[in-house]
T-cell receptor
Framework: NAGVTQTPKFRVLKTGQSMTLLCAQD?????MYWYRQDPGMGLRLIHYSVGEGTTAKGEVPDGYNVSRLKKQNFLLGLESAAPSQTSVYFC?????????????FGPGTRLLVL | TQLLEQSPQFLSIQEGENLTVYCNSS?????LQWYRQEPGEGPVLLVTVVTGGEVKKLKRLTFQFGDARKDSSLHITAAQPGDTGLYLC???????????FGTGTSLTVIP
């Protein structure tokens, strides 16, 4: 099993450009999450999904959109990139929540917006 | 504003020393998790605690959940260079499916 994979690993964008980050998991997990990680701020939840065809907003959803058309894939879109979106983006997946829920993280996508 | 604050933010110690990392909040959590993250990788779950006052041990690591379920600590005994990394706490609430991550503690263990 590959676990959670993220594409691309690194990307440079100019302000105003758009892009899509792809997350794929092969563990048949129901839940998937997108986080961003910035220095001194830990991880902050952008959007999440509790099942195919469903999405919900997290702590910092502005400027991002997501889609979960297939259970194994969770896409994060930036329609018009801004320098404030320079960050490391992590995708995670998990089984339906219980008190012992474990999130499995991908290796991250490093995004630089100029 | 961060729901969970960790201290210290940075810690550099010699191999063999003991250390404690703290995770504090004014909110009550249904569960509290600790993750370790190495450079260039995603976080990996170390432990989950769910009961106030609960203590869990993982080899040289001891995790404690506060009685009021608002805080947690991670104690490492006889630290080793392999313990180097970013330690993150994450709290789960009863409502929703979200975990709120702390600000992180970057630990360096010098051989």
């Amino acid at each position: 099993n590959a676990g959670v994979t993220q594409t691309p690993k690194f990307r440079v964008l100019k302000t105003g450009q758009s892009m899509t980050l792809l997350c794929a998991q092969d563990m048949n997990h129901e839940y998937m999450y997108w986080y961003r990680q910035d220095p001194g701020m830990g991880l902050r939840l952008i959007h999440y999904s509790v099942g195919e065809g469903t999405t919900a907003k997290g702590e910092v959803p502005d400027g991002y959109n997501v889609s979960r058309l297939k259970k194994q894939n969770f896409l994060l879109g930036l329609e018009s990139a801004a320098p404030s979106q320079t960050s490391v983006y992590f995708c995670a997946s998990s089984y339906p929540r219980d008190y012992e829920e474990t999130q499995y993280f991908g290796p991250g996508t490093r995004l630089l917006v100029l | 504003t961060q729901l969970l604050e960790q201290s210290p933010q940075f810690l550099s110690i010699q191999e063999g020393e003991n250390l404690t990392v703290y995770c504090n909040s004014s909110s009550v959590f249904s569960s509290l998790q600790w993750y370790r993250q190495e450079p260039g990788e995603g976080p990996v779950l170390l432990v989950t605690v769910v009961t106030g006052g609960e203590v869990k041990k993982l080899k040289r690591l001891t995790f404690q959940f506060g009685d009021a379920r608002k805080d947690s600590s991670l104690h490492i005994t006889a630290a080793q260079p392999g313990d180097t990394g970013l330690y993150l706490c994450a709290g789960g609430l009863n409502t929703g499916n979200q975990f709120y991550f702390g600000t992180g503690t970057s630990l360096t263990v010098i051989p």
